[in-house]
Structure formats: structure tokens, C-alpha cells
């Protein structure tokens, strides 16, 4: 089974400032790795996935996230934050084993990104 | 074009009752799914079906019956509603063979 661990529940950032969401995950078998973004009363947008070449990912609106398999983590990054960016960003595991529908995710509890002007 | 519906967007009931959320997908998808979402912004995958057939029945409730009449197409209806059961729920689908879940807008129930 998997699990997955966001370190900070809540991140307060000033806009243009970096920001790094941390996301740990525990498996015993290879995996494929996921950022969704949830904008409120919005369902959840794919930010980006991992699912293998190279370990730098990165999706259209200037966040990247890499992934260590050494050291189990897949933490997400953004080098200048917009107030549009203020979100509940999650971080999901699903394993490369199950096929045909049995594709489930496993999401953190989720990290609150706010933005303030 | 909405890609993933869901209908109600919110649901206001009493304990006891029976009701049913729908989903549906125009992406062409094989594989729908239903995730529950607590108030603590958890969330948790319920079921899976894949072109009408169950794949995945998490440790649910049966008052929980998901029922999938085509592969566009994936309901939940849950009977005896109980205080716990608000929350968020969320439809997903995803191609056959893909990890890329694509999700509703959620329907957000609550029981009084």
C-alpha cells in the first residue's frame, strides 16, 4: 500500500515570493506521482505528473516538481507565486502495477497555498 | 463543454434519507471513479468501475451503491443518510490504461 505525506498544511507566501509545497510518499513498489491543484468550490486540476523519463516535470503556468527516489519526495516549486496561485495544492501516489481501471490515487491530506498581495 | 458533470452541485437533507449523486463523463473514457472528500479536505477513492464493471470497492458503506448504466455514466446512491456521510464527492474518470484522472466539480451533500 501507499501513502503519501504533505509536511505544512498551511503556506503563507507574499506574492512574487518562491514557494516550495513538500510531499513525501511511502511505497514498496515503484510508483507514478501527481500534483492536483483545487481552486475554492472548484473540483481538482492535474498540475502535473511523474510517470518516468526525466525527474524534472513541469506544467504550463511556472510550477515544476521533481522527483527523488532516493529520497521518496516529489515537492513542488514555483520561483515567483501570483495571488492566483492561492489554492489547496494535494500530491497523489498511484503504484505502476494495477491495470485496467484498478488505477487508484492515494492523495496527501493537502497543502493550502495563500498568496497575500 | 463540461468534461466530467456532476448533478447536484449541492445537497441539503435529514438523516435517514436515500438520495443519488450523478456523474457523467463526454471524454470518451472507460474508467470512472468516485472519491469522497471530508471536511478536512482529505481525500479518499470509494469505487472504480471500468466500462460498467466494478474494479474497486474500497471499505465503504453498502448503504453506498455506485451503478454504472453505461461507461459515460456513474451514479452513487446512498440510502439511510447519517450525519458522517457529509462531505464532498467527487467524480473522476480516466482512459483505460491511463493514471491521468480527470475530475468533476464535486457535490457537496449535507446531512442534518
Known amino acids: 500500500a501507499q501513502s503519501v505525506t504533505q509536511l505544512d498544511s498551511q503556506v503563507p507566501v507574499f506574492e512574487e515570493a518562491p514557494v516550495e509545497l513538500r510531499c513525501n510518499y511511502s511505497?514498496?513498489?515503484?510508483?507514478?506521482l501527481f500534483w492536483y491543484v483545487q481552486y475554492p468550490n472548484q473540483g481538482l486540476q492535474l498540475l502535473l505528473k511523474y510517470l518516468s523519463g526525466s525527474t524534472l516535470v513541469e506544467s504550463i503556468n511556472g510550477f515544476e516538481a521533481e522527483f527523488n527516489k532516493s529520497q521518496t519526495s516529489f515537492h513542488l516549486r514555483k520561483p515567483s507565486v501570483h495571488i492566483s496561485d492561492t489554492a489547496e495544492y494535494f500530491c497523489?501516489?498511484?503504484?505502476?502495477?494495477?491495470?485496467?481501471?484498478?488505477?487508484?490515487?492515494?492523495f496527501g491530506k493537502g497543502t493550502k497555498l495563500t498568496v497575500n498581495p | 463543454d463540461t468534461a466530467v458533470s456532476q448533478t447536484p452541485k449541492y445537497l441539503v437533507t435529514q438523516m435517514g434519507n436515500d438520495k443519488s449523486i450523478k456523474c457523467e463523463q463526454n471524454l470518451g473514457h472507460d474508467t470512472m471513479y468516485w472519491y469522497k472528500q471530508d471536511s478536512k479536505k482529505f481525500l479518499k477513492i470509494m469505487f472504480s468501475y471500468n466500462n460498467k464493471e466494478l474494479i474497486i470497492n474500497e471499505t465503504v458503506p453498502n448503504r453506498f451503491s455506485p451503478k454504472s448504466p453505461d461507461k459515460a455514466h456513474l451514479n452513487l446512491h446512498i440510502n439511510s443518510l447519517e450525519l458522517g456521510d457529509s462531505a464532498v464527492y467527487f467524480c473522476?474518470?480516466?482512459?483505460?490504461?491511463?493514471?491521468?484522472?480527470?475530475f468533476g466539480p464535486g457535490t457537496r451533500l449535507t446531512v442534518t
Open positions: 511505497s514498496s513498489v515503484s510508483v507514478y
Open positions: 473522476a474518470s480516466s482512459p483505460f490504461w491511463s493514471y491521468e484522472q480527470y
Open positions: 497523489a501516489v498511484s503504484d505502476t502495477l494495477t491495470q485496467g481501471g484498478s488505477e487508484k490515487l492515494v
